[in-house]
T-cell receptor, first 111, second 117 residues
């Protein structure tokens, strides 16, 4: 099975940088995903890591260490609209295996 | 941009009644999923579907639940006899490719809020 841990809540101010951590245990591994979910809306894809290292995509970057079972999402130049839940999700290695989500980290950005 | 569409957006039902939640996945996608999210809780996997059969299901997806692809475009989730604890947002999702073929991200619909009274 899979087990995913993330902090429940984080706060930050506009313009700042925030790092949201995720640790996971999974039997088999085939990728780690980060999704953003605004309140009352569907999750939307942010990033995908399958190899160790940093993937950068504009203001958002995601890092993976498979040996440590660890990932983080880095958000730079925070904006008010970044206030949302950030969901870490992993996928097992079996064909057809779905994404399993963590409980998410609720980020509040203030001015 | 293509999107996953779900109907209805809200569904209210009495305990014990059957409900069918409908989804139209993105047209060239081959993998379909149902997730649910109880208010304030995490997004939980229910079932995945590929090539007209269930690929994987969670322990939540018991005999009260079933899925179907009745035609070339729709994907449905049926709950046979709803319980109070089935009240949740139900998300349909689809992906183009399968595991191991790349960043096979899931695209989610906007959800159906199911309220069981």
């Amino acid at each position: 099975g899979q087990n995913i841990d993330q902090p429940t809540e984080m706060t930050a101010t506009e313009g700042a940088i925030v790092q949201i951590n995720c640790t996971y245990q999974t039997s088999g591994f085939n990728g780690l995903f980060w999704y953003q979910q605004h309140a009352g809306e569907a999750p939307t894809f942010l990033s995908y890591n399958v190899l160790d290292g940093l993937e950068e995509k504009g203001r958002f970057s995601s890092f993976l260490s498979r040996s440590k079972g660890y990932s983080y999402l880095l958000l730079k130049e925070l904006q008010m609209k970044d206030s949302a839940s950030y969901l870490c999700a992993v996928r097992g290695y079996q064909a057809g295996t779905a994404l399993i989500f963590g409980k998410g980290t609720t980020l509040s950005v203030s001015s | 941009e293509p999107e996953v569409t779900q109907t209805p957006s809200h569904q209210v039902t009495q305990m014990g009644q059957e409900v069918i939640l409908r989804c139209v996945p993105i047209s060239n996608h081959l993998y379909f999923y149902w997730y649910r999210q109880i208010l304030g809780q995490k997004v939980e996997f229910l079932v995945s579907f590929y090539n007209n059969e269930i690929s994987e299901k969670s322990e939540i997806f018991d005999d009260q639940f079933s899925v179907e692809r009745p035609d070339g475009s729709n994907f449905t989730l049926k709950i046979r006899s709803t319980k109070l604890e089935d009240s949740a947002m139900y998300f349909c999702a689809s992906s183009e490719m399968g595991v191991g073929t790349g960043d096979e991200k899931l695209f989610f619909g906007s959800g159906t809020q199911l309220s069981v009274l």
